[in-house]
């Protein structure tokens, strides 16, 4: 027979016991292997961004630029590619961040540096780090509201589109910078672009976009004369779509702010009106 002391001494055996760790009750087991199409286009975004930066070391911003720009067309596709083959996966989500910051954070950034900032020594190098540091919290911080927010927009200047503004004016004027003077508008132009990306200026995403939907026939026509105006004027039509982006979206927060202001204005105004009004009457 079981004694009444029994209860209470096997209590104390067990708190006795080494607690074990929540890691050894319950481990999560994780799927082996990757989902090789989307992966393939991740890793060619990366090493666009990996040429851009070999190219850039060598002094030849011609050649680099261009990658920049490959590796936001192959970042475009990888997302779309791993909805449509319904291959999305945590893996292919942190893999693509990871590249993200080698090819639009890293790339741009020496790129940038080697063609124009390198005058102004550590200065340059500083605001380098400081377009490659906001890649990286505009990365972290995309991740962390993924599904939260409107598909519509971005919250702050995605980095590929920043990556662009620079590629795009090295592109366009590939003889560099050699003095002082002339490299001081460079900080500028990347320091703006780091300043958008940790903002929260909502820039529109074109996720709705139907690609699928039928369109009228002189919508082709359109994408016909954009291709024939790149292949005849490669660096005035990136320059135009680069800044464009960035200068439409200012100018767009600049009105909504303007009309909200005139709003506010209208509505004191109908205020002091009545308030008027109301001691006349009395």
């Known amino acids: 027979m079981m004694n009444s002391n029994d209860s209470p001494r096997r209590a104390r055996i067990r708190m006795l016991r080494p607690l074990r760790r929540r890691t050894d009750v319950q481990r999560r087991r994780f799927r082996r292997g990757v989902y090789l199409l989307p992966s393939m286009f991740t890793m060619g975004s990366m090493f666009c961004g990996y040429a851009c930066i070999v190219y850039a070391m060598r002094g030849e911003f011609v050649t680099a630029a261009p990658f920049i720009g490959f590796a936001v067309v192959i970042d475009m596709l ?19 961040s990871l590249a993200d910051i080698i090819s639009f954070g890293v790339a741009p950034a020496i790129l940038t540096f080697a063609w124009g900032l390198q005058p102004l020594g550590r200065l340059g190098w500083t605001a380098g780090f400081l377009f490659v540091a906001a890649a990286a919290v505009r990365l972290a911080r995309f991740n962390i509201q993924a599904g939260s927010l409107d598909k519509r927009y971005f919250v702050g200047m995605p980095s590929p589109a920043a990556a662009g503004v620079l590629a795009a004016t090295v592109f366009a004027y590939p003889s560099g910078l050699q003095t002082y003077a002339e490299a001081l508008p460079v900080l500028a132009m990347i320091i703006a672009p780091a300043l958008l990306m940790v903002s929260t200026v909502r820039f529109r995403s074109f996720k709705g976009i139907d690609l699928q939907a039928r369109r009228k026939y002189p919508v082709l026509l359109l994408v016909a004369l954009g291709l024939a105006l790149l292949v005849a004027h490669p660096e005035l039509v990136l320059v135009v779509l680069a800044y464009g982006y960035l ?18 204005e209208e509505r004191e105004h109908e205020v002091t009106s009545k308030d008027t009004a109301a001691e006349r009457r009395r």
Request: avoid cysteine.
């Open 78 to 96: 990888d997302g779309r590619i791993a909805r449509m083959t319904n291959t999305t996966s945590d893996f292919g989500v942190e893999f693509d």
């Open 247 to 264: 200068s439409a979206t200012l100018i767009e927060v600049a009105w909504h702010r303007l009309r909200r202001r005139q709003g506010h």
